[in-house]
């Protein structure tokens, strides 16, 4: 259900969700946490109202020091956020009510959100395989498909020194690899990733190409041929080179007054004076990342629709490494100075570097930053003071309007919005009022 408010903002209103964790799924958790969470009950029918639908807009204006520049030109800025509020009943039951800040007002370039979804459907694809012995954890070894390429059979972070889908998914969530997410781009195909997203809702959803790879269209429309062998040297799936067929919808999304680029004759770079084409690229707007973040963390109120296929095991793993920090990973190995505790944390903390300044507080998260655009997308706990939101956001950081140049102003703009806006929601929920406060034990992770 969703209801429009005039102006900037519009509210929606979640209602329906209802299934009850198994108890497997429980005894899982229990495994990964190290103790039991509290049994929730059937989440019955849920309608909770927003009473203020400019909440977002009003918080913000009380910090003019922070956000009136943003909140005077959100076009320049390209803005848009998203909060759930999480209400518990009595039965420790989750209930959602969200507010939208501009939602989908100006196309945004994802950049590594993508990944997240990429993740979860490797995941997803494994388990309907249905392979005995196939895993996360068997070898996942791919092939060249150009000319150029090298075979991938090799993967000296991890500790057996072989590639391997838990291991990307790793990566991925600790230090937003663009390689990782490009070996799972090739496990499951363009067209597969686009049709099982459009399946779960995301029907704006457009994951079309690699990450730092120099492709054009019809080259990521082509994924490598790739096979799992186990540790016993026996091959226990193997697929083929596959071609995305799907046609896709006429896009116009153009970003800038101008780019960069590389002059085929002289190979100098010179400036182009138009806006960058953005039509062939991904689209994976902050509301689908949100989502996708709530309905991880809370699959008990999933609708049919958007459940996911994971098993407990899958929901433990994805929010262990969601929540850890780079230097509590042994493999892979991260040097903590290239790599430090809030590297891909940037709500709550910006870019700031130096230990982890919130014992109580875990993060689940995926963020992006490309072509001035940052992004964050996160379930924000703090255990001690029972406190729990989910909030997104994304800003565009390039005043010059030219891309491609490197003249971003992430460090600047972009991370010091990210890291006030965090703690303006945080504050808010410290001392928002809750008739029953939320038992979070569930999301506790052992590094």
Known sequence: MRHVVSGTMRLAVFSGFGILLSGCFLQQLKKNTGSAPVTPPLVMENKVLAKDSLLIERLLKQHPEWFQVFLEQPEKYRLQIGYTQIDRDSANNPHFTQFTYRPDAEYTYPASTVKLPAAVLALEKLNQLKIFGLSKDTYLFTDPLRVAEKPVYNDLTSLSGKPFVAHYIKKILLVSD???????YEFLGQEAINDRLHALGYTGAEIRHRLSTPLNDEENRMTNPVWFMDKQGNTLYRQPFQQAKRVYPTR?????EGYMATDPLTRKPVKIDKPLDFSIKNRWSVQDAHRLIQNLMFPEAQSDSQKLLLNPDDYAFLWKYMSMLPGESDYPKYNSTEYWPAYVKFLLLGSEKGEWPYPSISVFNKVGDAYGHLLD????????????????????????GILNDDAYEYESVGFPFMKHLGKVFYDYERQRAKKFLPNLTRFKMNP
Do not use: H, P, Q, W
């Not at 997308?377 to 010059?400: G, H, P, Q, R, T």
């Open 252 to 256: 116009t999304d153009a970003i800038g």
């Open 178 to 184: 663009n390689d990782a997410f490009n070996r799972l």
């Open 377 to 400: 997308a996160a379930y924000i706990v703090d255990f001690d003071n029972k406190v729990e939101f989910i909030l997104s956001a994304v800003v565009y950081c390039n005043s010059d």
